[in-house]
């Protein structure tokens, strides 16, 4: 299990681009960062505490499951990959930075790694939007969730610090200045 997060190995394996027999150690320290910035926000304080309480203590309810399973998880293994990309692209050594190399294998250029990373981002936008949608029509079913659509339930309690947008590829975070 991971340390604190709300997803596993199992969990990022099946909901990731990250092959099933990849070594997730190189992608856990990024698992958190992806929470905080991708999940965490949408979620709420309140709701995201509850669901890495009950996944810790394995005693997800059902409502909870369903949520991780249909909505959260589907965003958080790709927005783990977008993370961790540009550390898997390359390495951090004794000599400084390298690109991983091998008699049989090169690291894809700078040009292809940018490629890659712009399809993951829309993947992760596609999926973001995804998971609002999902929780603001099953909103009545987490208490705890704060929608963010004012014909929810719930609606106008307690939102999220918009400042999240930060972190978002479409141009938001200009309107809140």
């Known amino acids: 299990m991971i340390q604190n997060t709300i997803i596993n190995d199992k969990w ?6 990250i092959p099933l027999n990849y070594n997730t150690k190189e992608v856990q320290n990024y698992i958190k960062i992806a929470e905080q910035i991708w ?15 009950q996944v810790k203590n394995n005693q997800l309810t059902d409502e909870n499951s369903t949520a991780l399973v249909e909505a959260i998880y589907p965003l958080l293994g790709y927005a783990v990959a977008l993370e961790a990309l540009p550390m898997l692209w390359m390495h951090v050594s004794e000599v400084g930075l390298t690109l991983g190399h091998s008699e049989n294998s090169d690291s894809v250029s700078l040009k292809d790694l940018t490629y890659i990373e ?60």
């Open 39 to 53: 999940v965490e926000p949408i979620l709420g304080y309140n709701f995201y505490e509850e669901l890495k309480y």
């Open 118 to 177: 712009s399809h993951i981002r829309r993947q992760v936008e596609a999926r973001k939007d995804y998971m609002i949608k999902w929780l603001n029509e099953h909103c009545s079913s987490f208490p705890l969730y704060q929608p963010q659509c004012n014909s929810c339930c719930n609606a106008g309690l307690n939102n999220p610090n918009p400042m999240w947008t930060v972190y978002s590829t479409r141009k938001r975070f200009t309107k809140l200045l």
């Open 12 to 17: 990022l394996k099946e909901f990731s681009p």
